[in-house]
Structures are given as structure tokens and as C-alpha cells.
């Protein structure tokens, strides 16, 4: 994770600065932030309360550290998050009440928490949705499975801009999966491994565990990505079914429902799982209540066990890079200040439309080229 001294901190904040006043916003904005509350997200959202006020901050109930909470707790009204309670349109509405009534709001979301309720809140909601702004690929699918999207959505998750975040969580991912391995007395090389999902994320974990010299089965749904994993040299498999018959180290990397609760039924014995996103997201595990005995096996492993079968589930199926800090370095600050972008675009007076809407093309080489001024051979 990054830990910011006081002049890398002044850094980040004249960088963010630059960013917000490039697309300067208008009229009176209120934010709700749903994030990361990592070390360096406090420097986010000041650059966000410059842009809108913040009616909330909803930190992340898995990536929440102690300092970063302490810090922002004095400065902006921070809600609990509950993705349960979220799909309530009742209680989505009374949050969003309860912090800016009246007001015109953007909803800065990070997993799709607002999609289950967005067409109640923006039909039922005493101000104004201006509009969504979604940083990650599972958000994107739950926004676009809308069909019709009651308002605007800015999508972050497919830009390149993220594609080096992307790539350094994929080697987060596969660092963090491999530390948990190691402190059972346990090695990756010899366990042959399955990723689910050949987007950027499986790609990235794919390509991290073959430097490792473990040899990889690609299963994706989509036969186009099977054919992209094939020609780089990795083995594919034409279902599931068949890319977990043998698998040692099992990677969900779908951003949606990776395995459900009779694929679990086909994993072999003393095999690892372990997801890059949410446990609700990849992971049907709560349908194993009562099929499988749970218990520790170290620190943040669990052994799942019925007679003559028994597997293990890293980090209680949640992002397993988060144990680590899930760490991209000075390279975070690229998808930040995109999402900022996005922010100032549906706070300005231009008209956006209902939909999927991505920033320009133009702010995002003005954005690339500001951070390499910035952080081009920094240490941070």
C-alpha cells in the first residue's frame, strides 16, 4: 500500500488540483462516495469535496484502514456500506435523504451498489441524480444489465487509464494468493492452476503465474477470450467443469458469479480459491452452509470439508490482494483522477444523456500526460 510522506502527499494534492481545475465543475454538486478507504484515499477525496460538496463517504466494508477512517471522520460524514441493504430501494432512498435532500448528486460507485436501486432513487428521490460514475468491470455489467439507464453513467472500468492498475492487481493478486500458500508449507510451482475470466484482471494473473513457471488452464465463457488465451500459450478448456477437474490453485477473476454452488461439488481435493473482487461477487459460498464443515487452516484460510472432499478458500472468498494492501502504486492515482474527471464532467452545465458515457479522449492524454510531470520516476 502506499504510505505518503508529507511532500508526497503535497504531490498528489497539486496533481488532483491541476486535474479538477482542467474540467472546472458548475452549480452546487453534492457527491456519494462509495471507495477503497486505503492510505492514499484521503487525498482522493479531498480532491472530490473540491469538486462537490460530499453528502457521504460509504468506505468499503473489507478495504477500510484505521488511520485513513480517523483522518477523513473529522472532515466529511462517513455512512456504513452494506451491499444487502443497498438492493433495499427504501433503504438506498433514506440514505441519499438523509445527507442531500434537495440537492443535484453524482453517486461515485465502486462494485455496481447503486444499480439494483438506481431507477427508484432517480424516480423517487426528492433532488436530482445527475449521474453515476463506476470505477470497476463488475460495476460496469450491473449498470449495463439496466438495458435502459435511467440516467447518465460514467464508466471508468474499460478505459485505458486503468489498464496499469489493472496489470498490478493482477500481480498483487497472485502475490498475495502465493504468501497464504507459502505459510501453509505449501509452493505454487507443481499446482497446476485454472483462471476464470480472461479480461484484464485474468490476464494479468495468468500471465504473473506463468513467469512463476506454474502451468495455466484459462476457462472463460466467451469463446473469443478462449482464443486469445490459446494463442498465448496457455491451455484452455471448453467448460468449467473441465478447468476445475484438476486444478491446484482455482483464480476467479469474472467479475461475476465465477462459481455457484454445485461447481464447488468439482474442485479437487486440497485445491486453493481465490478471487480478485467481492466473495458475493465471484464466490456462491453462502450455498455451502450445511454441505461443508468450515474451519481455520492460518491465518485468513479456510479449509471447506464433507467426506472425501475438502478444499480451501483464500481470504473468505474476498479480494486477496486487500490482505496485502493491494498495492499499484503512484499508478492508483491515474484511475483517481479519471473518476474526478468524470465527476467535474456531470457537474458542469453540458447535457448528458441516460446511458454508458466514457470522458474524452482528449482529458484522458491531458490526465496521462499531467501524471508523468508528476510521478514519472517517483518513489511513491
Known amino acids: ?46 480532491a472530490v469535496a473540491r469538486t462537490a460538496g460530499i453528502a457521504a463517504v460509504l468506505p468499503k466494508p473489507k478495504s477500510i484502514d484505521a488511520g485513513a477512517l480517523r483522518e477523513i471522520s473529522g472532515l466529511m460524514p462517513v455512512e456504513e456500506l452494506d451491499r444487502a441493504a443497498f438492493t433495499d430501494p427504501g433503504h438506498a432512498l433514506s440514505v441519499l435523504e438523509g445527507r442531500a435532500a434537495r440537492r443535484d448528486v453524482v ?28 470505477d ?38 497472485t502475490f498475495s494468493a502465493e504468501a497464504l500458500i507459502r505459510s501453509r508449507g505449501d509452493i505454487l510451482q507443481g499446482r497446476p492452476a485454472t483462471v476464470i475470466g480472461y479480461g484484464k484482471l485474468g490476464r494479468s494473473v495468468a500471465a504473473m503465474l506463468h513467469a512463476k513457471h506454474v502451468a495455466v488452464t484459462v476457462y472463460d465463457s466467451d469463446p473469443v477470450r478462449r482464443t486469445q488465451a490459446l494463442s498465448q500459450g496457455y491451455r484452455t478448456a471448453p467448460s468449467l ?3 476445475l477437474a484438476r486444478a491446484g490453485l482455482i483464480v476467479c477473476a469474472t467479475g461475476n458469479l465465477a462459481l455457484k454452488e454445485d461447481d464447488f461439488a468439482i474442485v479437487a481435493n486440497g485445491a486453493y480459491i481465490a478471487s480478485v473482487t467481492s466473495s458475493d461477487d465471484e464466490l456462491e459460498l453462502d450455498a455451502l452452509d450445511g454441505l461443508y464443515a468450515r474451519t481455520p487452516a492460518g ?60 470522458i474524452t479522449a482528449s482529458d484522458r492524454s491531458f490526465i496521462a500526460a499531467t501524471w508523468l510531470r508528476y510521478f514519472d520516476g517517483a518513489t511513491s
Open 241 to 243: 467443469a473441465q478447468a
Open 136 to 173: 470497476t468491470e463488475n460495476g460496469h455489467q450491473r449498470y449495463a444489465a439496466l438495458g435502459k439507464v435511467p440516467c447518465p453513467v460514467f464508466s471508468v472500468a474499460r478505459s485505458p487509464l486503468k489498464d496499469p492498475e489493472d496489470y498490478l492487481v493482477g500481480q498483487s493478486v
Open 299 to 358: 491465518d485468513h484460510i479456510t479449509r471447506y470439508a464433507r467426506t472425501g472432499h475438502y478444499f480451501y478458500v483464500l481470504a473468505d472468498g474476498n479480494a486477496v490482494n486487500f490482505l496485502h494492501g493491494a498495492c499499484v502504486g503512484a499508478f492508483i492515482f491515474l484511475v483517481q483522477a479519471e473518476i474526478l474527471a468524470a465527476l467535474a464532467t456531470l457537474a458542469s452545465a453540458d447535457h448528458h444523456e441516460p446511458g454508458l458515457h466514457e
Open 1 to 46: 500500500m502506499i504510505v505518503l510522506e508529507d511532500f508526497e502527499v503535497s504531490r498528489v494534492d497539486a496533481f488532483f488540483k491541476k486535474v479538477t481545475t482542467h474540467i472546472p465543475p458548475s452549480g452546487d454538486m453534492m457527491a456519494m462516495v462509495i471507495t477503497h478507504l486505503l492510505p492514499e484515499r484521503p487525498a482522493f477525496l479531498r
Open 107 to 134: 453517486l461515485l460507485d465502486v462494485g455496481g451498489y447503486f444499480a439494483p436501486t438506481l431507477v427508484h432513487l432517480c424516480s423517487r428521490f426528492s433532488g436530482r441524480i445527475a449521474g453515476v460514475v463506476e
